[in-house]
């Protein structure tokens, strides 16, 4: 279970953790392309393709879900994938946009 999270140091799994520290450390850019958000808040699980780096974690080549899915998944936090509150839904948007062009 724990080799799940073996590639996601950068993005810790506790939503409020990532809320909080996200804003302070002035050192990390503020993403602001599709491909950008995806690499900073995703692709430490979903790999940078979106491949994913664990057998637990749902890959998002090929991804055929809706807008509206795709934004409960964000929303929600399905099984041990955290909740983004903090990703507005232009930004989810431009996530989204983005996935669809992997194969
Ligand atoms: C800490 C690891 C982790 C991070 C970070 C993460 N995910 Fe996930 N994601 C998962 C796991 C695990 C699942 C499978 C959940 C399940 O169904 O058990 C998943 C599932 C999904 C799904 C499939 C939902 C469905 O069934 O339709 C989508 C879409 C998704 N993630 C998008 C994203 C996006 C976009 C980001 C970045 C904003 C992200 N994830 C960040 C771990 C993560």
Redesign the pocket.
Known sequence: MMA??SG?EL?D?NPEATVTRAPADTSIAVPHSGKE??QY??A???GIRGHAVGN???S?QG?T?TFD??DA??TQG?????R?PQ?DSSMRHL?FDY?KTFE
């Open positions: 799940v999270f996601c993005l799994p958000l995806f808040w995703c430490g699980c979903h637990d974690i749902t998002l991804y879900g899915v795709f998944a964000l399905p099984g041990i994938m955290p983004f990703l996530i996935i």
